[in-house]
């Protein structure tokens, strides 16, 4: 019979298999502590967010069992442990997540968190625009940080936004976040939007043969986009100006596309913001931006729209 265990002993214990099995990280843990520890903790029916203090529960053998089950799909399938558990966390909130929707991980959250701070007066946002919103954690998030503003999101699948609704519900933020099936942009009677936020599908067709395991558990919708992974984040930017107020802002990650971007568009300022917490490839753009280079997107769309 197996000696009593701690959480802290399970939690070291499977994250020497995870580290052994080399897994990917990256959808909302960056290592084999972290990922570990969520695994643990839902075994165990105890909150993502549980600090130290539980640390030294005894673990059951029923418990260690479900742990193990756990373990041998995240190692054997390479499914990413938000999608084993049900549940992870964006922007300080908790989200339902299954395989209809990218799982949440954008480091946009830290701009949401600080309320988009220098370059928005939060008292002054009362509409925002999230497409391509999958789960709907950015929209979600924004009703949640922005509760005076009305929020619209946007996407292709219809089982997505289905998810999206739900976390809309358990988030209480359904009185003021609307869902629209629709290809990017929605009605224009929706708008004008003090704020556009995006993180849309900017996977380009190489990059995407190249992922791990873990990726190929998500829709493909949501991450692939053309050959160059830039098609959505174009027809963003040659529309996005007539959505927005005259004061308003584009907010959109575009990963490790952003190279790419900036070399389609060299004459266009795009200001690459920083975060504390990581992640990078999101650019800010003014509408007042958007208007001076509305001949450069409206090119490109062009362009892109030629090729495909």
Not at 200 to 207: L, S
Not at 270 to 290: I, N, P, Y
């Amino acid at each position: 019979m197996s000696p009593p265990t701690r959480i802290a002993d399970e939690i070291r214990r499977v994250a020497l298999r995870l580290d052994r099995a080399r897994v990917t990280y990256g959808h909302g843990t960056g290592n084999a502590w972290d990922d570990a520890a969520a695994l643990v903790l839902h075994a165990a029916r105890l909150p993502l967010d549980s600090d130290a203090s539980v640390y030294g529960n005894p673990i059951s053998p029923r418990v260690r069992m479900r742990i193990d089950r756990l373990v041998r799909r995240r190692i054997d399938e390479r499914v990413p442990t938000p999608y084993l558990i049900g549940r992870t966390y964006f922007a300080g909130l908790e989200f339902k997540i299954d395989r209809r929707a990218l799982i949440p991980r954008s480091p946009i959250a830290e701009l949401i968190e600080a309320r988009f701070r220098p370059w928005l007066a939060a008292a002054r946002v009362r509409r925002v625009l999230d497409i391509g919103t999958g789960s709907g954690c950015i929209a979600i998030a924004c009703a949640h940080y922005f509760p005076r503003a009305r929020v619209v999101a946007t996407d292709t699948s219809a089982r997505a936004l289905r998810l999206a609704a739900i976390n809309a519900r358990r988030l209480r933020v359904s009185s003021h976040v609307r869902f629209y099936r629709a290809d990017l942009f929605p009605p224009a009677a929706t708008g004008p939007f003090d704020l556009i936020v995006s993180n849309p599908p900017y996977v380009g067709e190489r990059e995407y043969a190249r992922l791990p395991r873990e990726y190929g558990h998500e829709p493909a919708m949501g991450l692939l986009s053309g050959r160059e992974g830039l098609d959505a984040v174009r027809r963003i930017l040659a529309r996005a100006r007539t959505f927005l107020t005259r004061a308003g802002i584009l907010v959109v990650e575009v990963g490790a596309s952003a190279r790419a971007l900036q070399k389609s568009y060299p004459r266009v300022p795009f200001l690459w913001l920083d975060f504390s917490r990581g992640g990078g490839g999101v650019f800010l753009l003014t509408r007042a931006e958007l208007e001076r280079y509305a001949p450069d997107f409206e090119l490109a769309e062009r362009g892109s729209s030629d090729r495909s």
